[in-house]
């Protein structure tokens, strides 16, 4: 028999009302023992004062048109490894309690659609419901409902952190049942930039990166993978660009790109490729032809078509690749001095009439047409929309990240805008504390309710000058984390009431959960991003 999840949900309200003495609600005033540890903050929630045991042994029942992906099969088995692994050995087996009586022994994945596309705005929203299956509960157990795989996937991670290891019972316990939680992310764009040019990072460490994202509820990996420094990924149809690579370990090749895409996308995260132009290009040493002379290297010659075969080459091989709609242009950081100290640059600009910095506009704006015709939306620094926005392709995204009211600007005259202000949400910016992450807004300065929604949201960057493999993660973390919530909850339930008491505790929390799960995020109250702890101490407490 079919039966309405909006008529379970009623019966459950009223049956959790019943039995559960509080309701917890998700006021921004919330204070101790009624935080919800969860990160980041559910749109609505609610809470019991019962304790339930989850079954080790806890099935799927996958249902819906699309429950049996294999996108939702994989992350149910990586949620169960992550909940049990003080329960599980490496066989599957429980080593504690077998035959024990459990009160969550399946989990339910509702999913109405079987499309499994991931782009821009798809939705994430899901409705999870935890409660003791008994003669007082209609609606027992546990069930997640979506319309998308991925909102099932963002639903796994909200019921793997209600889950905790009880280490005096030596089980899987769900605290303050219960539970029901309907959810969804306030922005569609909840990123974080990694720089593989400053320094190389492997796939494995890429991956880990990923992984730790999907925890935290982001949803788009911005990889700015070439830069002036080094350039590692392959281009087979300009392949000698790979000469730019630091050294011959330190490349990716096709297979390696293809690799990190579609481990992004079972966790439900876009890959935004980033091929910065016409600055920060010096890379480029297998094409020499691409500089203006050998001592101006940048930015690239304006006045070659070679110029623009080699990025539509590079874009062409990309795009086979990266199937996100948004690819970014970069188009940052141009100092223009050196075409004008170039003889042949300059008697490119004299013939055509025009200044340097109608070359830079022309140079952007025929890459942006380049990227539009592999069905692609530019997206591009703000430098480009202060020099020259009314020329912009109406369809660029400008990304913000200089001066902290572009966006409000950028939407005024229609375009979307993406906020990454550096001077909180730069991550290589070691001195800037969690809370100051957590209190930037990305609406700030725009009035006008109907422009909220060109910000499609923001991105915290780990600029990679100093951070490799051995401090890339714990200079990511746990600051991204502050970034996340301000992205993924509702604005009045974290721009409300004293953070320290609302926030603090479930961010120090999450650091936890984190380190529990293999990340080494670094202390929270830290003065300075990665640093180690100053003395000895519990993990909840730093």
């Known amino acids: 028999m079919a039966v309405n999840?909006?008529?379970?949900?009623?019966?459950?309200?009223?049956?959790?009302?019943?039995?559960?003495?509080?309701?917890?609600?998700?006021?921004?005033?919330?204070?101790?023992?009624?935080l919800p540890f969860i990160w980041p903050l559910p749109a609505e929630f609610s809470s019991g004062d019962e304790t339930l045991s989850v079954d080790p042994a806890i099935s799927l029942i996958a249902a819906g048109n699309g429950g049996n992906s294999p996108i939702v099969k994989a992350a149910f088995g990586r949620y169960v490894g992550i909940i049990f692994k003080h329960v599980v050995d490496r066989a599957g087996r429980s080593r504690f309690f077998r035959g024990a009586h459990y009160d969550?022994?399946?989990?339910?994945?509702?999913?109405?659609?079987?499309?499994?596309?991931?782009?821009?705005?798809?939705?994430?929203?899901?409705?999870?419901?935890?409660?003791?299956?008994?003669?007082?509960?209609?609606?027992?157990?546990?069930t997640i409902e979506a319309n998308t795989v991925y909102g099932a996937l963002r639903g796994l991670e909200?019921?793997?952190?209600?889950?905790?290891?009880?280490?005096?019972?030596?089980?899987?316990?769900?605290?303050?049942?219960?539970?029901?939680?309907?959810?969804?992310?306030?922005?569609k764009y909840r990123g974080l930039l990694i720089d593989t040019s400053r320094h190389f990072l492997p796939l494995d460490v890429i991956k880990q990166i990923i992984e730790s994202m999907s925890f935290a509820k982001f949803n788009v990996l911005h990889w700015h993978i070439v830069d002036e420094e080094s350039f590692p990924v392959e281009t087979p149809t300009y392949p000698n660009l790979w000469?730019?690579?630091?050294?011959?370990?330190?490349?990716?090749?096709?297979?390696?790109?293809?690799?990190?895409?579609?481990?992004?996308?079972?966790?439900?995260?876009?890959?935004?490729?980033?091929?910065?132009?016409?600055?920060?290009a010096e890379s480029g040493t297998g094409y020499p032809d691409l500089w203006p002379s050998p001592s101006c290297r940048e930015p690239l010659d304006v006045s070659k078509n070679f110029t623009f075969d080699v990025i539509s080459g590079i874009l062409g091989d990309l795009r086979k690749i990266f199937p996100f709609e948004l690819f970014h242009l970069g188009g940052d950081e141009v100092n223009t001095d050196c075409w004008k100290n170039?003889?042949?640059?300059?008697?490119?600009?004299?013939?055509?009439?025009?200044t340097t910095k109608d070359a830079y506009e022309y140079f952007v704006l025929r890459a942006q047409q380049i990227a539009i015709s592999k069905n692609w939306t530019?997206?591009?620094?703000?430098?480009?929309?202060?020099?020259?926005?009314?020329?912009?392709?109406?369809?660029?995204?400008?990304?913000?990240?200089?001066?902290?009211d572009i966006c409000p600007k950028a939407v005024a005259k229609g375009f979307r805008c993406i906020f990454s202000y550096s001077g909180y949400w730069y991550l290589d910016h070691l001195d800037v504390p969690w809370d100051a992450v957590y209190r930037t807004e990305p609406l700030k300065g725009i009035n006008d309710t109907s422009l909220e929604k060109?910000?499609?949201g923001g991105e915290v960057c780990m600029w990679g000058e100093t951070a490799d493999s051995s401090d890339v993660l714990q200079t990511i973390w746990p600051r991204a984390a502050a970034a996340a919530e301000r992205l993924w909850s509702k604005r009045e339930a974290v721009s409300k009431g004293n953070i320290t008491l609302t926030a603090l505790p479930r961010l120090h929390y999450f650091r936890c959960l984190l380190n529990q799960r293999g990340v080494p995020a670094a202390p929270v109250d830290n003065k300075y991003g990665r640093r180690p702890p100053s003395g000895p101490g519990s993990c909840y407490v730093q």
Request: glycine share 4%.
């Open 5 to 34: 999840l909006s008529t379970i949900h009623t019966l459950f309200v009223l049956l959790s009302l019943w039995v559960t003495s509080s309701i917890s609600s998700p006021s921004p005033e919330i204070q101790g023992d009624s």
């Open 378 to 404: 530019p997206v591009n620094w703000e430098e480009t929309f202060k020099s020259f926005g009314d020329k912009l392709d109406p369809r660029t995204v400008v990304h913000n990240w200089l001066e902290n």
């Open 104 to 142: 969550i022994t399946s989990l339910k994945i509702v999913v109405h659609s079987d499309s499994e596309e991931l782009q821009l705005g798809v939705d994430e929203g899901y409705t999870l419901m935890v409660s003791k299956n008994n003669y007082q509960s209609i609606v027992g157990g546990a």
């Open 158 to 187: 909200t019921f793997s952190q209600l889950c905790a290891f009880d280490y005096l019972t030596k089980s899987v316990q769900i605290y303050k049942a219960p539970w029901y939680i309907q959810d969804q992310p306030r922005f």
């Open 342 to 354: 170039t003889t042949h640059v300059n008697e490119w600009l004299r013939y055509r009439n025009i």
């Open 243 to 280: 000469k730019g690579a630091y050294s011959k370990w330190e490349k990716y090749t096709v297979e390696d790109a293809y690799e990190i895409v579609r481990f992004a996308k079972m966790r439900g995260i876009n890959v935004m490729a980033e091929i910065d132009v016409p600055g920060h």
């Open 454 to 456: 060109l910000v499609i």
